[in-house]
């Protein structure tokens, strides 16, 4: 099917769409530059585990990112770009099969209509080599962009396997911050949370408490996360946080059994708890409308 | 000779706080229980950890290959367990009961099951 723009902005008007954010409008605001900008929207892939087998888990590991890439070219519009937020491959032990995944995937997202992709680690893909892979396929794993107003701070907390930020990125962070406006609009990713959603599953950032206080005094910022595969919704103070579905399996509300392991395949209901969303940002209101869709592009 | 008596006096009480000192450390490490746990991929060696409440313990970790991590949420400790050298881990069980605890430094493709238990019974 097609999804039309128009529609899921529409349906934010009837609670369907997943999320508004409560961020502070920026009425207020005069003289910003990023007043007169357009909105736009665009779109977060992420944990696609890409070289995972499991056929209890996921019988169609190989095709599950193959649809969501058709899913996202069957947009009716384009997003303005496409972020993929960590674990774009399956751990491996082994050096150069680390390289050979990351290689896969590679040639299956050439396919995106797209081509403004933007890319962060996960701990699959660089908690053993300190990125040293990743890098090599896909530039820094912590960097900025502005598109149209909106300032996008790329944060890597898996890089270092102790699940922390790291002194020199957090004054990297500060440095970046100390730029900003108050009210600019701020848009973080990051692959684990950055707040302690649940610690005892490793669903932490160990030092995410530093960089949500060098955020805090900013009145727009919502990060969104993967990690977790699965939608995830949080408030710290003025800040969202919003994690998103994986695309290979899905994970267990957090704390909700003993031991985190994947959820079993439903045959009733292929693909069930994957998917992508689209995030509409309204600049000017400096909200973000978001929507959730399957891998087969259904709106849910 | 009022000065002499007076540092005698100061020499005699630094003298018995130290000693007080060595012999609680004695006696303390006397009670100690003294744990040695390898950590490797992707497995503790013990992985089952039997202890008493209200006896002090001491848990020595030895990391067999690169960095690994000991979270007890439980108990409420943590440790990173570094390569090179053993991470020592001190402390006192104050509740009874069955604590598990896993890897939180990512180790690779086995880590999500690095995982063991403390037992503490009365």
Redesign the interface.
Known sequence: MRIDRRDFLKLAGIGSVVFASGLGRLGHVANTAFAAEDDFFFVQLSDTHWGFTGPAVNPDSAGTLKKAVAAVNNLRDQPDFIMFTGDLTHVTDDDKDRRTRLTGFREIIKDLKVKNLKFMPGEHDAGLDEGEAFKEFFGETHYTFDHKGVHFIVLDNVSDPTSTVGETQLEWLSADLKQRDKATPIVVFTHRPLFNLYPDWDWYTRDGDKAIELLMPYSNVTVFYGHIHQEHHHQTGNIGHHAAKGLMFPLPAPGSVPVKNPIPWDANQPYKGLGFRSVEAKVKEAQYAISEFSVKGDRL | MKGLKSRLLIHGIMVAFITIVICGHLIAAENEQVIQITAK?FEYTPKEITLKKGVPVVLEFTSLDR?H?F?C?GLKLRL?IRPGKVNTLRFTPDKAGTF?F?C??????G??GM?GTIIVTE
Do not use: Y
């Not at chain 2, 939180?104 to 493709?109: A, E, K, L, T, V």
């Open positions: 991929r960095l991590g979270d949420p990173d598990p896993h939180d430094n990512f180790c690779g493709s880590h999500e995982r």
